[in-house]
Each structure stands twice: as structure tokens, then as C-alpha cells.
């Protein structure tokens, strides 16, 4: 049990680093947007974060397939 636990926090682990690097960035991403007046900083910001969401909730359905999918073998004809 032990195992499939260290195998389900490295398997989610990523995601999450990847929220918040994402955020992150768009964070310094609106400072400095707000500190140059440029506008489009700050809509390359939001983008940004919701692109960074989006893929890590895509990384997470994927990861959370493959460790509870369904893993039975085939048969083989005629045994």
C-alpha cells in the first residue's frame, strides 16, 4: 500500500507544481504589467494561468486513468 501511495503523490505532484509555477508567473506577469502600464501583459497573464490550469487538469485526468484503469489481460483464442 505504501507503494501505490508514493506512486499516486509523484504522479500528482507535477500538476500541482505546474498550478502554481503558472500562477506564479502570471502574478509577477500582472506586477509588472501594472508597473509599465502595458495592458497586454496582463491579459498575457490571465491566459497564461488559465492555459497552466487547464493542462494540469488535463495531466491529472490522464495520470488518474492510468493508475485505475482496468489492467486485465486479454485472452488468447482457443486456451
Given at each position: 500500500?505504501?507503494?501505490?501511495?508514493?506512486?499516486?503523490?509523484?504522479?500528482?505532484?507535477?500538476?500541482?507544481?505546474?498550478?502554481?509555477?503558472?500562477?506564479?508567473l502570471a502574478e509577477l506577469l500582472r506586477w509588472a504589467a501594472v508597473g509599465m502600464s502595458w495592458h497586454w501583459l496582463a491579459t498575457?497573464?490571465?491566459?497564461?494561468?488559465?492555459?497552466?490550469?487547464?493542462?494540469?487538469?488535463?495531466?491529472?485526468f490522464w495520470v488518474s486513468w492510468r493508475l485505475w484503469r482496468n489492467r486485465t489481460v486479454p485472452s488468447v483464442a482457443g486456451e
Open positions: 500500500m505504501l507503494g501505490k501511495t508514493r506512486g499516486i503523490i509523484f504522479a500528482y505532484l507535477p500538476p500541482v507544481l505546474w498550478v502554481a509555477g503558472g500562477f506564479l498575457l497573464a490571465t491566459w497564461l494561468s488559465l492555459l497552466v490550469l487547464l493542462a494540469a487538469t488535463a495531466r491529472a
